[in-house]
């Protein structure tokens, strides 16, 4: 029974992350000008859903639940609603196939662009962490969005980064209860930094590369929670990235 508990908390927990709009850096600071030129505003009509992430010329990486209605990206900017910004249409979603909800992992989503991003000082892609990519406990990553930086305001219009650590994948378990395979755990728990309910999409970036793609947290709790912040691992998934971005469409 105890079992049966803890998972459907958990479930509870991730499935209220796909609801939420926007992105939430808790306890982090602007984004440094002419920093992190890959990240993208995922949106639909309404505006802002996710955050993404720059890959090549007609490609952006997301998060598989941030489906909801989705239109168009905004990149080269750290302010999304400046005028400056570069708005192009989505023509295809691939989501990973073994994608039903968070809860069972493969929270991964590629983005087609109608046009290529005219790459430049403003806009660049980020390298992917390759397979073999070894990650250490407490080593020092960081994560960036727009949103919320407390649980109860409203979405900021400028890019905020905050720096994370890694935390003991058996550690962030046992925090859980349960976890989806092909995760990383990075910031939340022993800290007061990290991402929260809605910042999802957005990298994870190691190194100079990104790692990891914000998959969930504990729901609406930007205090800061008693566990860590969860991450799909980028890592487990390059193959198919790679596939798709040569073929140049989805897969059946």
Known sequence: MKVLGQFLLFHALICAASHVQGSVIIKGDLAPEGSM???VSVQNKNGHVCGGFLISEDFVVTAAHCDIGL????LGGHNWKNSNAKKI????????KNYSDVGNGSDIMLLKLANKAPMGQNIKTIPLAKKNTNLSVN???????WGKTVSTGGLADDLR????SIIDHNDCQQSWGRLPPNVI???GKYTDKGFCQGDSGGPLVCNGKAVGIVSFN????CTYPDVPNVYTDIREYVDWIKYITIVNSCPL
């Open 161 to 164: 980064v905050v720096n994370v």
């Open 71 to 74: 239109k168009h990206v905004i």
């Open 139 to 145: 080593q020092e990553c960081s994560v960036a969005g």
């Open 89 to 96: 249409e989505i023509s295809n979603q691939c989501k990973y």
């Open 37 to 39: 030129q890959f990240m």
């Open 185 to 187: 755990c990075a910031g």
């Open 218 to 221: 504990k729901n609406n709790n």
